[in-house]
């Protein structure tokens, strides 16, 4: 059971290309995120998909978007890569459609993609 | 708005010390509240959880005490390995902020 899995794991960009991140899980689960990790800060969320077809901001959306291809994949794009998006990306998933009312919904994390915009 | 603050690390004990990690919240209404756990060159795991208040969520030896009085929700363990060593992560959920987490606290656990 591979569980979230992200590609890649690392990547080198410079100011202005862009590039996708790609994310899948084999774990049947309705939502997935997209995080951003950065040096003295929490992670922060920046897209989720409460189930196929649905996407939505989190708390840093700027400079991203993302897909929900199906079920099982959830990619972030970078359409034009600046310094300030180098960070360590998670991705995570979770069985409960949507944000459960309760809040206690586990999420399940990918083991990250330290991208480098130079 | 809602946050997390959580003890600046890094934090280093002998094996077998006392731990604790501090976290407060600031939040409207009833949050639920989580440890989360990342050892090196992994994503994050869940660790423990409460949602609602003096709920003590315990896993592997850790514990915390949703406290409402107080907006706390500090991590505990009597005796730590070597193999705890890590970042740990204090996260709230909320349905108005979604979910926030603390900047983490590194723990360090010498032989």
């Known amino acids: 059971n591979a569980g979230v899995t992200q590609t890649p794991k690392f990547q080198v960009l410079k100011t202005g290309q862009s590039m996708t991140l790609q994310c899948a899980q084999d774990?049947?689960?309705?939502?997935m995120y997209w995080y951003r990790q950065d040096p003295g800060m929490g992670l922060r969320l920046i897209y989720y998909s409460a189930s196929e077809g649905t996407t939505d901001k989190g708390e840093v959306p700027n400079g991203y978007n993302v897909s929900r291809l199906n079920k099982r994949e959830f990619s972030l794009r970078l359409e034009s890569a600046a310094p300030s998006q180098t960070s360590v990306y998670f991705c995570?998933?979770?069985?409960?459609?949507?944000?459960?009312?309760?809040?206690?919904?586990?999420?399940?994390f990918g083991p990250g993609t330290r991208l480098t915009v130079l | 708005g809602n946050s997390v603050t959580q003890m600046e690390g890094p934090v280093t004990l002998s094996e077998e010390a006392f731990l604790t990690i501090n976290c407060t919240y600031t939040a409207t209404g009833y949050p639920s509240l989580f440890w989360y756990v990342q050892y090196p060159g992994e994503g994050l795991q869940l660790l423990l959880k409460?949602?609602?208040?003096?709920d003590k969520g315990s896993n592997k030896g850790f514990e915390a005490t949703y406290r409402k009085e107080t907006t706390s929700f500090h991590l505990e363990k009597g005796s730590v390995q070597v193999s705890d060593s890590a970042v740990y992560f204090c996260a709230l959920y909320s349905s108005a902020s979604k979910i926030i987490f603390g900047s983490g606290t590194r723990l360090s656990i010498r032989p």
């Open positions: 774990m049947n689960h309705n939502s």
């Open positions: 409460a949602t609602k208040a003096d």
């Open positions: 995570a998933s979770s069985e409960a459609v949507g944000w459960s009312i309760g809040g206690t919904d586990t999420q399940y």
